[in-house]
């Protein structure tokens, strides 16, 4: 792109800018692919939806018990949409803060402890006990805690929900060289190392059946990775296939004397 200072004037001086588009246009193909990929998954609950209406209106009329059966799966469809929309909405308004700085001090271990309760439930259903390893002195990060409940949710929600088989899941807090750091471990079959790479992109699955046995929607290590990056934080996963997975989550040092 180039113009001259002054149009008229032939021995004018000539502004010539260049601009490198590649990230820009790597950034709109990221961006294209992600609406297609949510179109695709909504358009599954959804296509299920339409198909039962038409059954519910022809067919299966005057049978109630189908009826009955229809209008249950109708709502996991309905229910597995909604949860879609709010993950997305999520993602999007974490994207919106992305360069904004979190703004509270945020003492990680009442985040654990928070999540670690709320998750007790659904690790008794599915028979895993939580071990957690919490400092006895404060972990202080500048953080939003709403937002690092929610990276600690998922985290250990997924530790229990894939992490199943292996009966635990282990909490360990630690600070090293003044890095406040929270692993989260399970024992279940891991992941396998190539896998490990791509687990923070949208929608990305190692086992589609097992997330939507579990009512995933693919978009909670997508967020993870969004908000700690507002939070210059780190997040690590190490795997043994076979043994279970650790997913490290490292704090910049700051606060916290040591
Ligand atoms: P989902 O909504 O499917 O749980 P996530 O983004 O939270 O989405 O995780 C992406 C995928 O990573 C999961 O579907 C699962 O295949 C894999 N995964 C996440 N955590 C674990 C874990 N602790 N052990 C094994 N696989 C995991």
């Known amino acids: 792109w180039f113009a001259p200072l002054d149009a008229a004037d032939p021995t004018s001086p000539i502004i010539l800018t260049i601009e490198d588009l590649s990230e820009r246009r790597s950034a709109d193909r990221v961006r294209v692919d992600f609406v297609a990929n949510a179109s695709h998954e909504l358009r599954t609950p959804l296509a299920s939806l339409a198909g039962f209406i038409e059954t519910l209106r022809g067919p299966a009329r005057d049978d109630p018990a189908a009826r009955e059966r229809f209008l249950g799966i109708m709502q996991q469809q309905a229910e597995r949409m909604s949860r879609l929309v709010d993950d997305l909405l999520s993602l999007s308004r974490i994207e919106m803060?992305?360069?904004l700085r979190p703004p509270d001090p945020v003492d990680l271990r009442s985040v654990v402890n928070h999540v670690v309760e709320a998750l007790e439930p659904l690790a008794r259903d599915l028979g895993v006990r939580i071990e957690?390893?919490?400092?006895?002195?404060d972990m202080v990060v500048v953080g939003d805690r709403d937002e690092l409940i929610q990276v600690f949710g998922n985290l250990i929600e997924n530790a229990i929900k894939y992490g199943q088989g292996g009966g635990r899941a282990v909490?360990?807090?630690?600070?090293?060289?003044?890095?406040?750091?929270?692993?989260?471990?399970?024992?279940?079959?891991?992941?396998?190392?190539?896998?490990?790479?791509?687990?923070?992109?949208?929608?990305?699955?190692?086992?589609?059946?097992?997330?939507?046995?579990?009512?995933?929607?693919?978009?909670?290590?997508?967020i993870v990775k969004h908000i700690l990056a507002r939070h210059q934080a780190r997040l690590s996963i190490q795997s043994v296939f076979g043994e279970g997975a650790t997913f490290t989550v490292t704090f910049p040092p700051g606060v916290n004397p040591g």
């Open 97 to 99: 803060k992305a360069h």
């Open 132 to 137: 957690t390893d919490v400092p006895s002195e």
């Open 171 to 222: 909490v360990t807090m630690a600070t090293q060289a003044g890095a406040p750091s929270v692993s989260v471990r399970d024992f279940g079959p891991g992941i396998p190392a190539e896998y490990i790479p791509r687990l923070t992109e949208r929608f990305y699955r190692v086992d589609l059946d097992a997330s939507r046995r579990h009512r995933g929607t693919g978009l909670g290590l997508a």
